[in-house]
């Protein structure tokens, strides 16, 4: 009798702690939908003034898959480039960062974090000291966007 | 508000023509002005726009800073460090504060 007594307890009691997990996420807010396309193209024309842009010469690094779409560490490089344009491509307003070398930069490269609103293509635009233009891009998939709210 | 908290990692020794590698990020909110308060209400704009660094007068780098840059804006960059001198840096905030941090690096 005592032993089936207790059985019937342990099982009371497994069944009330089962699911303790609440509502830890209650506060996260709902993420927006907005157009699929954005000004990147624009930024991107404003950037290098029309001219066609040919693929290489400019690396643009960042994680393959990002947790947490509020802080993507993103670092771009580009051998003699003058300055470097970041756009994100799926994000409500594209523009990232304009960075420009000055004399005594050491090698023309950054590296910073941002925001990615989910996944989606990061494109670096680097304007060359001969006045051409290099261009790259790399897809980031992001698992938690970096929410506008 | 929290205070504005810039911090920089530069050596403090270096030889004359080295490359060093220089880390900066300031404490800052970087209000997208994307954002939402309780009542509906867009939360106004307020990031660092800008961000310079110059050594002795000569510009190393200068970033044009959009909201998709994450809060507490983190920039590195390597620099060609010409001799002694003092690295200058400044953030600038859209209601027009320019937060400057100085270090010195000194060629043996």
């Not at chain 2, 810039?6 to 880390?23: D, H, Q």
Request: with cysteine.
């Amino acid at each position: 009798m005592t032993g089936e007594r207790e059985t019937d307890m342990n099982l009371t009691r497994r069944g009330a702690i089962a699911l303790a997990f609440g509502a830890g996420a209650a506060t996260m807010l709902p993420l927006r939908t907005w157009a699929a396309t954005n000004n990147a193209e624009e930024l991107i024309a404003a950037f290098t003034g029309g001219a066609a842009t040919k693929d290489g010469g400019v690396a643009i690094g960042a994680p393959e898959i990002a947790e947490n779409g509020n802080t993507v560490p993103v670092d771009v490089s580009a051998e003699g480039a003058t300055a470097i344009l970041i756009v994100a491509a799926g994000n409500p307003n594209a523009g990232v960062a304009e960075i420009s070398f000055g004399p005594l930069a050491a090698r023309s490269a950054a590296a910073t974090r941002v925001r990615l609103a989910g996944t989606q293509d990061l494109v670096a635009v680097a304007r060359m000291a001969d006045g051409s233009y290099a261009r790259a891009s790399r897809n980031v998939k992001v698992t938690i966007g970096g929410c506008g709210g | 508000m929290a205070a504005v908290k810039p911090r920089v990692k530069v050596p403090s020794k270096a030889s004359a023509g080295e490359t060093i590698t220089v880390k900066t990020l300031i404490s800052h909110p970087m209000e997208s002005g994307q954002r939402k308060d309780k009542e509906g209400n867009v939360i106004p704009r307020k990031i660092i726009n800008t961000f310079a660094a110059t050594f002795e007068g000569e510009e190393v780098i200068r970033i044009k800073v959009e909201p998709a840059v994450s809060a507490n804006p983190y920039f590195e960059f390597d620099m060609k460090v010409p001799g002694t001198g003092t690295l200058a840096f400044a953030w600038t905030d859209d209601d027009g504060t320019v937060y400057t941090e100085d270090k010195k690096i000194e060629v043996a």
